[in-house]
C-alpha cells in the first residue's frame, strides 16, 4: 500500500490536505471575481472542464481570455454545437486567421484532432466538445496540454460519476439572469469556493435578463373612527 501511495504522489495525483499550496501561473479569464476565485486565472495549461448545457453563455465566459490569448498562436474549436458566427469573432476583436474550426466524423477522431492540436505547439487553446470521456483519454490531452504549452477547454454536459476526471479544473455552469452561476467543483493545487454568480451584464447587457420589479399592491387605510 505504501508504494502505491508513493507512486500516486510522484504522479501528482494524490494531493494532501497538510501539503503546502504554490500558487500556479495563470491567464486572466477577464472577470474579476472569477480570478479571484481561482487565485490568479486560467492555467497557462492543462485540462479545464466545463460541465454545461449548451447555449446558456458557456463560450461568452472564455472569449475574454481566447481574445487576450490568441495573438500569436491559434485557437482551435472542434465540434461546437452548431457553426461559429465569424462576424460574431471579428465584432470581438479576433483574427480569423488564427481561428480553426474543425468537425470530425466521429468522437473518436475529435479526440485524435484535439490530442494532435494541443501538443503541436502552434495552438494556444483548443475547445473541444465531447459528451463523454474515460479517464485514459483525460491523461492524454493533459498531457498533450503539457507538451504543447497550450490550454485545454473541454465541454461536457454534467453526469453523475463515481470519480472525477484527471483533470486541472472543473467548473459547473448554470444559467442566470445576469449571466452564469458557477460552481469549482475541482481545483488543481488548490480548494474549492462553492458557487457564485458571475455578472455578464457590463459586457453582454442585451443576453442578460433584468430582474421585474416586484409588484406591491397598497392596502386601502383604516380610518380612525
Known amino acids: 500500500m505504501y508504494e502505491v501511495i508513493e507512486h500516486l504522489k510522484q504522479k501528482q495525483w494524490l494531493w494532501q490536505g497538510t501539503a503546502q499550496h504554490h500558487p500556479l501561473d495563470t491567464h486572466s479569464t477577464g472577470f474579476p471575481l472569477l480570478d479571484s476565485k481561482l487565485e490568479g486565472g486560467f492555467p497557462k495549461y492543462g485540462v479545464v472542464e466545463l460541465q454545461s448545457d449548451s447555449g446558456i453563455g458557456e463560450l461568452r465566459l472564455l472569449l475574454p481570455h481566447l481574445l487576450a490569448s490568441s495573438e500569436e498562436r491559434m485557437s482551435v474549436f472542434i465540434q461546437p454545437p452548431g457553426y461559429l458566427c ?11 486567421n488564427q481561428i480553426l474550426l474543425i468537425y470530425p466524423d466521429n468522437p473518436q477522431h ?116
Open 110 to 225: 475529435a479526440l485524435w484532432a484535439a490530442e494532435q492540436c494541443l501538443k503541436s505547439g502552434a495552438c494556444s487553446n483548443v475547445l473541444l466538445w465531447q459528451s463523454d470521456l474515460e479517464v485514459h483519454q483525460a491523461r492524454r490531452l493533459q498531457v498533450a496540454s503539457e507538451t504543447g504549452h497550450c490550454l485545454h477547454f473541454l465541454f461536457k454536459q454534467a453526469q453523475a460519476h463515481l470519480f472525477s476526471l484527471p483533470v486541472s479544473l472543473c467548473m459547473r455552469l448554470e444559467p442566470h439572469n445576469y449571466g452564469l452561476n458557477v460552481t469549482i467543483t475541482k481545483r488543481k493545487g488548490g480548494w474549492v469556493h462553492g458557487s457564485f454568480v458571475l455578472d455578464m451584464r457590463s459586457r453582454w447587457s442585451q443576453l442578460t435578463v433584468e430582474q421585474a420589479d416586484p409588484v406591491v399592491i397598497p392596502f386601502p387605510l383604516r380610518k380612525q373612527g
Open 86 to 96: 465569424a462576424e460574431m469573432l471579428a465584432e470581438q476583436g479576433f483574427d480569423l
